[in-house]
């Protein structure tokens, strides 16, 4: 299994800068997903590995060979797209061996491919059918194994799940986690969406406005986000960020004063803090503002979001509001793992507590982690 | 494949299959019309070799030409009437065979889009036979039934003749342009009629609220076709009135004839030409800046 | 269903019955008429013929209707072929192409739409006689082509910018030549708009008569609407013969679309998209 | 900018030239295009002719093409000025060869016409005349289109109506004919094209002023401030607007085609028609042989001459560029020929420019035989005024004409406004 590497990669359109200098490497048999709000420069990326958009400078090297400019059918990838591009005009068999086709290699080793990539995805009994007379699920199905045919070094996917409902996005999940396993190929995976990049990537790339925030495992982000940008982006509902000033320091110990509330929080700082005075934005997940130990604070119940075992609680914790938040009202989030009855000014509380907590100073670097992580 | 060579090459090819096109369009329209500008400044005839230049003498002299407004005034009279008539009345028809009558809407649209087909010329001529103030068997139905026809003929009343131009293109374009707005009716979803009947508008009020909308885009194109026959019209009016009773119906485009092939003044015919140009560049400009906003 | 709406059921028959009688009634009297002599046209024009009187058609097709048509038939169908070859390859080009130069050619094409063929007669007739192509079929198919290209160009362009973009690049990566994936991908799906043009421009080159006119002066190379005009010579008309000449010119062409009339009726309302 | 003109020209012919890629190969053997009209029995007799003048001329091969009426001024105008035009062709005397020839597109035919078999020594003068511009002659004349007054014979037998001898005698039969059976349009005129009551014109300017009259009016020589002031003009327009009110012409005559008036007449329904010497292959077709003719009977008063009738030659002329001039002359001059002229008649049934052998042509009616009669004794042609004015002036008579009979203009407003015309023309050629 061949690497993927991207080296420095700079695109621009006229005056707009869309790649500002892009580089990580996806390990032979790595599944990379892409994420980022939309505009972030991730499917400009994705689209300049396979050919169809030429970058201003930089290197895309397949095992150590810099294809930046060979013609996109030479490169060794393929790519599934996001509105399955299958050729109306053509079987799902014909689509299928259309690359091998175009490449002049013989009738049976093209069968041969397409037999074999429709027994992996299970639509053998369409494949003489027309991309028409199939669902969703299945055309996306046919678009992957189209892909499969070729046989490629590196896979791209363009957000290939977008288009479909729910309970098919996480069957789907499953079965691109499954096929990634048995063909142990390297894979390129853009998606807007961090629950798909969350679940099904061994390395997630965030990109946000032409560049890289951070790249590591799933979990390596989820816990130890490098700055704000990647610690909201991940994570269902967003993480609770809360404004704040730091009232005093010592050595790596500062104590926070948050508005409205009269709290001070003893926070040990990984680095330069932003000295007394500066501000300062704490991030609590949750998950973390649930617990028994901290600071209580009382509020009553905005919003109550019942998932069944366990709820999702939106709490007016008076002059204590998060910011850049989901609910505009500023109300904050926490997570029970329990039922809660929903009713609507019902008196709550949260808990802050220090060692749960992450800050982030004025650059948006992140400062502190929670003492766990 | 290097880089710049797959971009050469890539250029070469666009330029390969823009050459065709551009080439017909360049030599055989555009070339033309810029000989056309160039002769709207000379005075000289078909014949003639000897080419007096005169500046804008020919503009000067349309502007004083009163069968010049005549005819220009005749085109417009053609294009606002062919839009009322041929776009009215199609998209009357279009609604009534989309969502008013249950039976027949086959043999109704073939048999009024059936003119369409026709030749022009051959419009014309059948036309000219049902017109004919003695023989005409319009004439012998109006007498037939105790009324007077009027004294001029059909074709040969100033008063009289550009309508009858009217009808005959109603006649023959009413068919295209019921297709036209057809397609666009069956383009608007159903759901729309049924959450407009659910919101109370039915009828003639899911008609104005959904239905013209719906095809606004389908209207559009079909004045505009309106105008561009308005603009181009020649065959009809050739064939029909000759332009006449004295002049009364000259349209731009036979009176550029007129100028050039009879009475050969063909710079004059150059000018007039271009004339007709600049208000058809006109309407395409127009055209586009509507298209563009909607 | 009650009093009112079948009362405006019957209206709207009505409507449509009164256009077609309308519709109909002159095409009627062209066939009629194609089988009476000249006086009992003029001197009985509401009346039947006397007899079935066939020497009219004769009189038309020795005229020559029959090599007109052939010749219509001739330069339509070489015309529309070149003007949706031509017009398909440049409007795709110019609809994929980012060049700012494309913006501008573009706009050239959509000016040369505006451009009215009398505007350009006698500069065209002069180019088209320097070329020693009167009178002969490549004269008027090349000048037929070019007054098509811009509309059906603009048509054309139209359809290739809501044509999916992502099946071009997916033809990209399955190693397909610009060239390729028109032909290969884009042509097999741009069926109704080619349809549509096509109709479209079939109808008008069969029927374009003042450039034929011009240009097609010599008889054996005469289209229909001119071969039909040219019944009327200097000074006499044969009006039996010019009626049996358009029937004989028009039945075709009606049986023809009365059999295809769902196909035709479909593929031209692509124009309105 | 003065290079502009001739680039034009250039510009259009050297790119279609070029997309061509063609040039004109070299013959060996001479071919002559010939153009003309598309009358009746027109190209049976070029091809016999042609046949016939191989084996004289076994080198030379007569290309010939036919063109409906309309077109054909157009086509030849620009053919002639382009490179492709015919080598000879058809055209009427008067202003539209007269401008060929002042354009240097028609041959100059002096030097031809004398030797020996020319078409010089076959034609009479006063064909030849016709055109003959500037002391030059520019045509060969082949044949000449006369008008006359026919009528039904066995209508005035049925109901004792006589040949008027004056114009206002005229009118009153067309109020005897109207008595008889109000429906019956007496002589119908059919002007939708506008030729029909320009013929009349032609005439009744002739009986008003008489050809020495009009000669200076039509071909604009006379002073500015005289020009179209002769009040014959506007009594012409009178006497035509006199025989519509006594009921002549059918209803609404600039809307009737001529073909329904010649129909009407050939079909019997009406007893009368002014028409052309070419109408008679017509009533032949209808069967309809009861006719008799008279010339357009003159006024009281007129300074009109009887003997002076309707006479257009109409003849060929050879292109200025033609490579084979010799050649070309010796075909016309051979069309003109006595046999061929005999042939001529036969085939078409028009008046020939060469009437030596008319008396040995078959297959002609004694009515075509007593036209041609009556032809040779005119003392006087009279050219039409749209094909012998000023085609801007032609243009304004044609519209006043149609006008009048509309009464849309007095005549007295009818000639004024030709009148205007006639004084912008002259002006414009004086500068």
Known sequence: MPSLEIDNVKKSYDNFQALKGVSFRAEPGEFVVMVGPSGCGKSTLLRSIAGLETISSGAIRIDGRDIAHDDPSQRGVAMVFQNYALYPHMTVAQNMGFALKMAGRPKAEIDAAVQRAAQILRITEHLEKKPKALSGGQKQRVAIGRAITRSPDVFLFDEPLSNLDAALRSQMRIELGRLHAELKATMVYVTHDQTE????????????????????????????????????????????????????????????????????????????????????????????????????????????????????????????????????????????????????GAPTSIRLDASRLYAFGPDGRTIAFPHSL | MSHSSSRMLDRWMSAGMLAPALLLVGVLVLIPSVLAVVGSFYEFGITSQNWVFVGLGNYARAMADPIFWTALKNNIFLIIGSIITQVG???????????GVRRGNTFYRTMIFMPVIISSIAVAFVWILIFDPNVGPLNAVIKG??????????????????????????????????????????????????????????????????????????????????????????????????????????????????????????????????????VALGFGWLQLTLSRRG | MNGRTRL??????????????FVVAPIGLMLISAFKSQAEIFTKPLSLPGSLNLSA????????????????????????????????????????????????LYILIIASFAIPVQSVLVPLYQMVSGGHMLNSQLGIVLPYAAFGIPFTTVLFYAFFLEFPRELEEAARLDGCSRLQIFFRIVVPLSGPVVASAAIFQAVFNWNEFLLALMMLTEKSVRTLPVGIYGLTTQYSSDWPAIMAALTIATLPLLILFILAQRHFVRSLAGLGK | MLMMPRMRALVAAATLATLAGGSALAQDAVTIKMWTLDNTGYPEFIAQAAEEFKKTHPNVTIEHQTFPGDPYKTGLQVALVGSDGPDVFFNWSGDDAKRLAKDGLALDLTSYADAPGAFGTTVGSGYLDAFRYDGKLYGVPADAVSKFVFYNTAYFAEHKLEVPKTLAELGTLCKSIRAIDPNTVPMPLGNKTRWKAIHWMTMLNERELGVAGTAPDYDLSRPADALY????????????????DAGCFEEAPNATDYTVADTMFSSQASPMEFCGSWCISGFETAGFTDVGFFRLPVVDGGRGDAGANFLVPEGFQVSAKTAHPQEAVDWLSFLVSDDQAAKFVEYTKFMPSNATKIDTVEGVSPLFKALAADVATFTQGVNVLDVLLDAAVSEAYLNATVEVLNRTMTPDQAVEAIRKVALEVQAKAAS
């Not at chain 1, 998950?287 to 919003?303: K, N, R």
């Not at chain 2, 009345?89 to 969502?99: C, I, P, Q, V």
């Not at chain 2, 000259?250 to 550029?256: K, P, W």
Request: aromatic share 8%; hydrophobic share 50%.
């Open chain 1, 197 to 344: 990049a969350m679940t099904m990537a061994s390395r997630i790339v965030v990109l946000n406005a032409g560049q890289i925030e951070q790249t590591g495992s799933p979990l390596e982000l989820y816990n130890r986000p490098t700055n704000r940008f990647v610690a909201g982006f991940l994570g269902t509902p967003r993480m609770n960020f809360f404004a704040g000033r730091v009232v005093r320091q010592t050595g790596h110990s500062v104590s926070v004063q948050l508005p409205g509330v009269d709290i001070n929080l003893e926070l040990t700082l990984e680095g330069e803090g932003p000295g007394v005075g500066g501000e300062i934005v704490l991030g609590a997940r949750p998950e973390a503002l649930g617990g028994e130990t901290g600071i209580e604070i009382a509020g009553t119940t905005a919003v109550v979001e019942n998932l069944g075992r366990e709820a999702l609680v939106y709490v007016d914790a008076g002059a204590l509001r998060t910011f850049d938040s989901e609910s505009q009202e500023g109300y904050v989030a926490v997570h029970r793992s329990f039922q809660v009855e929903s009713r609507f």
């Open chain 4, 229 to 244: 002031t002769d009040a014959g003009y506007a009594k012409a327009f009178q006497d035509l607007l006199d025989l519509q």
């Open chain 3, 57 to 104: 058609f004769q009189r038309a097709w020795n005229i020559g209707i029959g090599s007109f048509m052939l010749n219509s038939l001739l330069v339509t169908v070489l015309s529309v072929a070149v003007i949706i070859t031509t017009s398909g390859l440049a409007a795709y080009v110019l609809a994929r192409s980012e060049a700012k130069v494309m913006k501008w």
């Open chain 2, 89 to 99: 009345l199609g998209t009357l028809f279009a609604a009534l065979l989309d969502r």
């Open chain 3, 8 to 21: 405006v059921a019957i209206g709207m028959h009505l409507i449509l019955t009164v256009w077609t009688i």
């Open chain 2, 145 to 278: 039934v105790g009324l007077t026809p009027p004294r001029l003929g059909w074709l040969g009343d100033p008063n009289i003749s550009l309508y009858m131009l009217l009808v005959i293109a109603a006649w023959q374009n009413v068919g295209f342009q019921m297709v036209l707005v057809l397609a666009g009716l069956q383009a608007i979803p159903k759901e729309l009629y049924e959450a407009a009947a659910l919101d109370g508008a039915k009828g003639w009020r899911a008609f104005v609220h959904i239905t013209l909308p719906g095809i606004r885009n389908v209207l559009m194109v079909g004045t505009l076709i309106c105008i561009i026959g308005g603009l181009k019209v020649f065959d009809l009016v050739f064939v029909t009135t000759g332009g006449g009773p004295a002049n009364a119906t000259q349209v731009i485009g036979s009176y550029t004839y007129l100028q050039a092939f009879t009475l050969g003044n063909m710079g004059y015919a150059d000018a007039l030409s271009v004339i007709l140009l600049v």
